[in-house]
T-cell receptor
């Protein structure tokens, strides 16, 4: 029973275009969402986050959008670069029942084609 | 270094043997997590330590798995009587505050 879903296992995008990675969740108690990026043979690294009181957070080329009513968030990368090729994990925290536990999605592998 | 470190980076063992995986968190981080990533899968939560509180062991897949954290710093994940399905990358993460976890590079465990 996955609480955090990333229904696209992989995504291919041309360099310079927009990459959109999607994430859906089921637990309405999630209050904080994070995106991590993982290169092969390395641990995940934090990329960007958003609190449930916001609907958008932007950091350079990366923007995360949150639609609470739809229980959906997305990560936009503009413009996409070959170095963005990695696995992206969506994660969520439930502050009410599990303050310290973060639930990760299965990941989406992004390939940016030069 | 300033990051989370894990050792060994790779471990190959025979089925039935015990293994110990080590994690050195970022200095001062009070929370420490262990995750497992099997081939083609996401990050599976295993266990969580916070300060002197009892650890949250709810993610450990069987009683062959155990972990300890000595002195609120270094942690060791032990897998007894390893099975082939234990083969995975074991990731450690630490956290000081908020929800951002900082991950180590992982230990790739292969059970033959």
């Amino acid at each position: 029973d996955q609480q955090v879903k990333q229904n696209s296992p992989s995504l291919s995008v041309q360099e310079g275009r927009i990459s959109i990675l999607n994430c859906d969740y089921t637990n309405s108690m999630f209050d904080y969402f994070l995106w991590y990026k993982k290169y092969p043979a390395e641990g995940p690294t934090f990329l960007i986050s958003i609190s449930s009181i916001k609907d958008k957070n932007e950091d350079g080329r990366f923007t995360v959008f949150l639609n609470k009513s739809a229980k959906h968030l997305s990560l936009h990368i503009v413009p996409s670069q070959p170095g963005d090729s990695a696995v992206y994990f969506c994660a969520a925290r439930d502050i009410i029942t599990s303050y310290d536990k973060v639930i990760f999605g299965p990941g989406t592998s992004l390939s940016v084609i030069p | 270094g300033a990051g989370v470190s894990q050792s060994p980076s790779n471990k190959v063992t025979e089925k039935g043997k015990d293994v110990e995986l080590r994690c050195d968190p970022i200095s001062g981080h009070t929370a420490l997590y262990w995750y497992r990533q099997s081939l083609g899968q996401g990050l599976e939560f295993l266990i969580y330590f916070q300060g002197n509180s009892a650890p949250d062991k709810s993610g450990l897949p069987s009683d062959r798995f155990s972990a300890e954290r000595t002195g609120g710093s270094v942690s060791t994940l032990t897998i007894q009587r390893t099975q082939q399905e234990d083969s995975a990358v074991y990731l450690c993460a630490s956290r000081l505050a908020e929800a951002t976890q900082y991950f180590g590079p992982g230990t790739r465990l292969t059970v033959l």
